[in-house]
Every structure is written in C-alpha cells, then in structure tokens.
C-alpha cells in the first residue's frame, strides 16, 4: 500500500500506484481531494502531454503545485491519464 503524505495528513493511499520516471501516479479515487485546490499552472511533457496542478493546503499551510495529474495524455501514458503524483516535500512510501 503506497501512502502519500504532508505535515501530518494523508493525502492518498493506494495498492495501484503507477509508476513513471521514478514517481508514483494514485488513482483518482484514492486521493483525499479536500486538501487539493486547483492552480492555475500548467507544464508540458514531449511523452505524456500538458500537467494540470493543484496547490496543497493543511491546517492552513500551502504547499504550491505540489501535485499535478494529466487529465488528456498522448497515447504513450495513457496508463497515468488522471493519475495524479506528488512532489515537493510531499512523501510518498509503503
């Protein structure tokens, strides 16, 4: 079971994780979507297509992008599309 975790609350927990580039990608359904709000940032991977990102908030402490999920991806990561990974501080471990 993957865990991800930040300044004591879990943010998602799952046992299908998908792993890409080192990161793990949660189902949807497995995140705690109350700590997430949307951000207005946006990236572009050559391979998976353009990132969506959402800023953290617990107990009133942001954590900015730190997720992001990809909510239309080209053909080779369609196995992550809506998938959403953490970073930045945010921990990730069984």
């Known amino acids: 079971m ?8 879990i943010l ?9 580039e080192g990161n793990h990608y949660f189902p949807a359904d497995a995140v705690n979507k ?10 572009t991977c050559s391979w998976k297509g353009v990132a969506s990102y ?8 942001v954590n900015k992008d730190a997720a992001w999920y990809y909510p239309s991806t080209k053909e080779k990561a369609k196995n992550i599309e809506g998938y959403i990974g953490f970073w930045k501080g945010v921990k990730v471990e069984a």
Request: no cysteine; aromatic share 8%; charged share 15%.
């Open 2 to 9: 993957m865990k991800a975790t930040w300044n004591g609350a």
């Open 12 to 20: 998602a927990e799952s046992d299908n994780t998908v792993v890409v």
């Open 34 to 43: 109350q700590y997430l709000q949307e951000s207005n940032t946006h990236t």
């Open 54 to 61: 959402y800023s953290i908030e617990v107990d009133g402490q």
